[in-house]
């Protein structure tokens, strides 16, 4: 089975601070994304990631970077939280070209509530 | 902008009865997924229809595809009260790239 590891579940922050949010996947997937989720707007994409060091900004990148150093990791980090940040944020991963039909694999996702 | 909507946004039904949600979606597609999701966890994945297809079965699942409404519908039969949970459907665009709608969220009564 895929495994998709998002380090924290919960957290809180304060606004200005750094957060880092980390996940690890398990299948030597090339394809890694992060998303935002909030109520009545679905699940919309922040960044993503094809290979390592390599990203792409997806639909709502303001207020946030990634990293991806090793191609088991990416990391979300948000450079100053703000109130508006707070959200439940999901990683993804999946093999190449989606196009062609292939899936992707979701964490159990992050609460983050910035105060 | 999202590239998937789904319609009802809410449907409550009795068990046993069959729910249908609907998603249309803007551009040309190769496949479109539809996704489930608990509260409160992750997302899993259902099923994937390819452009050339127009149904596809899975257990209690049915999905059509009408790609010239732009257009799938998500049928569960004989629902159960596990089956709570919102649906999503999603398209790939730009090769690398899955587009959720906003989803619908079922809620079985038993």
């Known amino acids: 089975d895929v495994k998709v590891t998002q380090s924290s579940r919960y957290l809180v922050k304060r606004t200005g601070e750094k957060v880092f949010l980390e996940c690890v996947q398990d299948?030597?997937?090339?394809?890694m994304f992060w998303y935002r989720q909030d109520p009545g707007l679905g699940l919309r994409l922040i960044y993503f990631?094809?290979?390592?060091?390599?990203?792409e900004k997806g639909d709502i990148p303001e207020g946030y970077s990634v990293s991806r150093e090793k191609k088991e990791r990416f990391s979300l980090i948000l450079e100053s939280a703000s109130t508006n940040q707070t959200s439940m944020y999901l990683c993804?991963?999946?093999?190449?070209?989606?196009?062609?039909?292939?899936?992707?694999?979701f964490g159990e996702g992050s609460w983050l509530t910035v105060v | 902008s999202q590239q998937g909507e789904e319609d009802p946004q809410a449907l409550s039904i009795q068990e046993g009865e069959n729910a249908t949600m609907n998603c249309s979606y803007k551009?040309?597609?190769?496949?479109l997924q539809w996704y489930r999701q608990n509260s409160g966890r992750g997302l899993v994945h259902l099923i994937l229809?390819?452009?050339?297809?127009r149904e596809k079965h899975s257990g209690r699942l049915r999905v059509t595809l009408d790609t010239s409404k732009k257009s799938s519908s998500l049928l569960i039969t004989a629902s159960r009260a596990a089956d709570t949970a919102s649906y999503f459907c999603?398209?790939?665009?730009?090769?690398?790239?899955?587009?959720f709608g906003a989803g619908t969220i079922l809620r079985v009564k038993s």
């Open positions: 999603a398209t790939a665009v730009y090769g690398n790239k899955l587009v």
């Open positions: 229809i390819r452009s050339n297809e």
């Open positions: 299948m030597d997937h090339e394809n």
């Open positions: 993804a991963t999946g093999e190449k070209l989606l196009v062609s039909g292939n899936t992707i694999y």
């Open positions: 551009t040309s597609i190769n496949n």
């Open positions: 990631s094809y290979d390592v060091k390599m990203k």
